[in-house]
T-cell receptor
Framework: GAGVSQSPRYKVAKRGQDVALRCDPI?????LFWYQQALGQGPEFLTY????????KSGLPSDRFFAERPEGSVSTLKIQRTQQEDSAVYLC?????????????FGEGSRLTVL | DAKTTQPNSMESNEEEPVHLPCNHS???????IHWYRQLPSQGPEYVIH???SNVNNRMASLAIAEDRKSSTLILHRATLRDAAVYYC??????????FGQGTELSVKP
């Protein structure tokens, strides 16, 4: 597709379940970012990939959060043993090169609700 | 990461110009000034960015102060579809975007 695609768009999980959220960036984009957006707040940075290398994971809130991008294209954000405070919209963004200063392209997000 | 300060909310009338201010007094020489907007239930959308000179595109204009410590996003004729949260962000080369709270713009018909 032409843009960043995320799936599922909506996910409801019971507390303690594991979830996996997928991001398909724009084809050929080197950089990939994950953000978490709680209700009424601005997006907060989670982690950054340059191709398959995870260069920054400083925003991951706990060791229950894990992200991967094994072939440098599709990325998966995994949350283990979900808690209610994990309820949020998870946004993925990509950009063309590693050193560009321009536009990040965002997906529509995956809304996670933990009951 | 350098921070930005924006008003929490602003109101505009339809078809009138809107000036959205942003202060970034700790900006460094390599920081680009980015603006994104987010409509309800959507991901952020790029609006415009610049380094030192004023910039224009089909969506908006960006006016950057000479000392780069502040900038203004200008929507020339607001429409109802421009109602959104507007984020002013500083981005270093290749770096991540650090979002603040943004300015919630409402547009009255």
């Amino acid at each position: 597709g032409a843009g960043v695609s995320q799936s599922p768009r909506y996910k409801v999980a019971k507390r303690g379940q594991d979830v996996a959220l997928r991001c398909d960036p724009i084809s050929g984009h080197v950089s990939l970012f994950w953000y978490q957006q709680a209700l009424g707040q601005g997006p907060e940075f989670l982690t950054y990939f340059q191709n398959e290398a995870q260069l920054d994971k400083s925003g991951l809130p706990s060791d229950r959060f894990f992200a991967e991008r094994p072939e440098g294209s599709v990325s998966t954000l995994k949350i283990q043993r979900t808690q209610q405070e994990d309820s949020a919209v998870y946004l993925c963004a990509s950009s063309l090169t590693a050193f560009d200063t321009g536009e990040l392209f965002f997906g529509e997000g995956s809304r996670l609700t933990v009951l | 990461d350098a921070k930005t300060t924006q008003p929490n909310s602003m109101e505009s009338n339809e078809e009138e110009p809107v000036h959205l201010p942003c202060n970034h007094s700790t900006i460094s020489g390599t920081d680009y000034i980015h603006w994104y907007r987010q409509l309800p239930s959507q991901g952020p959308e790029y609006v415009i960015h610049g380094l030192t000179s004023n910039v224009n595109n089909r969506m908006a204009s960006l006016a950057i102060a000479e000392d780069r410590k502040s900038s203004t996003l200008i929507l020339h004729r607001a429409t109802l579809r421009d109602a959104a949260v507007y984020y002013c962000i500083l981005r270093d080369q290749g770096g991540k975007l650090i979002f603040g709270q943004g300015t919630e713009l409402s547009v009255k018909p």
